[in-house]
């Protein structure tokens, strides 16, 4: 049921400076070259396509404003969640923007990156960019991808499906949530064949529904699975707190079970006939604190796709994810929702490369907002980043034009921050890009 006000008015505060009138339009910009490897393509493989001009986008808004038209939304990313708690209701806002106890996890998130500083490099060849990356058998156009955000109809009607088509429509993976307001089945159809999309799981103490999850979400099309490690129980969180304001007792964010047969098959009537039960069951399946190391060879034997675990901190529990025969793991505290006074996620980062990142994929969330984030994560060593609060708060506030703005808006910033510190690609960034400031 969403709170928040549905039409938002354009952003209100066009920069007063006036706009340099851009040498190209973004149609007449550079034709974006093929990387080196497509000029000979080897009959058996497919062409690889032109990498994407993110920057182009920068122009695409400067020529708009010749015409007096604005963005929508503040191309500051940093700024949507001001905007979204002047416009949307406190409950879906605060539900957002809050995070564990008095929030200083969230706040070491923004400190860990900002502690690094880029060390931009001159004279060099950047006219041609690539921010392609491989990972998992697959060429993403940028190392990006959207974070699982769970009950995003709370945020705008479009939910998880406006959400999921704005990344499909730039080629940028969607990551479902298992406490997604949308059942999956629904979000693989709005996405499209062939829409990389993955499955976070929240590992439940039903390991008939789990079956199913995995089942269900290997059949949609999900490729990959992303196993949530830090939400074992919910932690205290004083904004939701402070309003009792929990959707999932409102059976939003229950879509996934309250369609699963595993799960209907606990229940003595239909969820329509008894909602408080059914909400009363899904919370005695959710908390699951018991769950070990030991556990991970069940999924491990049911899923056959790519398995990342999410929420690793420590390098010795990065060890045991690659010893356990997992593919990925994600550096991330849950955006600071979960361990109060943890350290920021970034101070992680390299820790956890440097134990296992020969031996599996490292990717990272909590606290990226902005090109420069972006760009210091994957210097220290990420292959790719999540995006969490930011598209949410675009969601909220244009529906699924919005989550694409804040892509945009992510992807131009990086490509921007690259080429001006020197680098043509993700490839190209290491720790020498850096300096601790
Ligand atoms: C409102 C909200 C809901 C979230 N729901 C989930 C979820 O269902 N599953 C999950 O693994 N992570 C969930 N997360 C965590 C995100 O995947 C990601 O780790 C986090 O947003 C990163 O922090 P940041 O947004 O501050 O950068 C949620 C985060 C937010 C803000």
Not at 216 to 232: E, F, H, M, P
Not at 346 to 369: I, K, M, Q, Y
Request: hydrophobic share 45%.
């Amino acid at each position: 049921m969403p709170e928040n006000e549905p039409a938002p008015e354009p952003h209100p505060e066009p920069d007063a400076a006036p706009a340099s009138v851009p040498e190209r339009a973004p149609a007449a910009a550079p034709a974006a070259q093929p990387p080196a490897q497509a000029s000979a393509p080897s009959p058996a493989q497919p062409p690889v396509p032109a990498p994407t001009d993110w920057s182009a986008f920068q122009y695409e808004i400067y020529l708009n404003g010749m015409t007096g038209t604005v963005p929508r939304l503040p191309t500051d990313l940093t700024r949507l969640e001001e905007v979204a708690a002047a416009r949307l209701g406190p409950g879906p806002v605060g539900y957002v923007a809050g995070s564990a106890g008095d929030g200083k996890t969230a706040r070491a998130n923004r400190e860990a990156l900002d502690r690094w500083r880029i060390v931009p490099r001159m004279l060099r060849d950047v006219a041609r960019r690539d921010l392609s990356v491989e990972l998992f058998g697959s060429r993403l156009p940028a190392p990006l991808a959207l974070a699982p955000v769970g009950v995003l109809s709370i945020m705008h009607p479009d939910a998880e499906p406006g959400a999921a088509q704005a990344a499909a429509a730039r080629g940028v993976p969607f990551i479902l949530s298992s406490a997604s307001s949308t059942p999956m089945e629904q979000v693989a159809e709005a996405m499209g064949e062939g829409a990389e999309r993955w499955f976070q799981l929240y590992w439940g103490r039903d390991r008939d529904v789990t079956e199913s999850f995995l089942d269900r979400a290997a059949k949609s099309g999900y490729s990959a699975l992303v196993v949530t490690l830090d939400t074992r129980l919910l932690a205290w969180r004083p904004r939701d707190l402070d309003q009792a304001y929990l959707p999932f007792l409102r059976g939003v964010g229950t879509a996934n079970y309250f369609t699963d047969p595993a799960f209907r098959a606990g229940l003595a009537k239909p969820v329509h006939e008894d909602l408080n039960a059914a909400v009363l069951h899904f919370v005695s399946l959710f908390n699951h604190p018991g769950t070990t190391w030991e556990d991970l060879a069940f999924l491990r034997e049911r899923w056959r796709g790519p398995i990342l675990l999410k929420g690793i901190q420590h390098p010795d529990d990065a060890r045991r994810a690659a010893d356990a025969g997992m593919d990925g793991v994600v550096v991330s505290n849950h955006g600071g929702r979960q361990v109060n006074g943890a350290i920021g996620a970034a101070d992680a980062l390299e820790p956890v490369v440097d134990a296992v990142g020969g031996r599996l994929e490292v990717l990272f969330d909590s606290g990226v907002r902005t090109g420069d984030n972006v760009f210091k994560a994957i210097a220290l060593g990420a292959r790719a980043v999540l995006l969490g609060r930011p598209y949410a708060y675009g969601l909220g506030l244009d529906g699924q034009a919005g989550v694409d703005h804040v892509i945009r808006c992510l992807l131009a910033e990086f490509d921007l921050t690259l080429a001006l510190a020197g680098y043509k690609g993700p490839g190209e960034l290491g720790r020498e890009a850096l300096s601790r400031g």
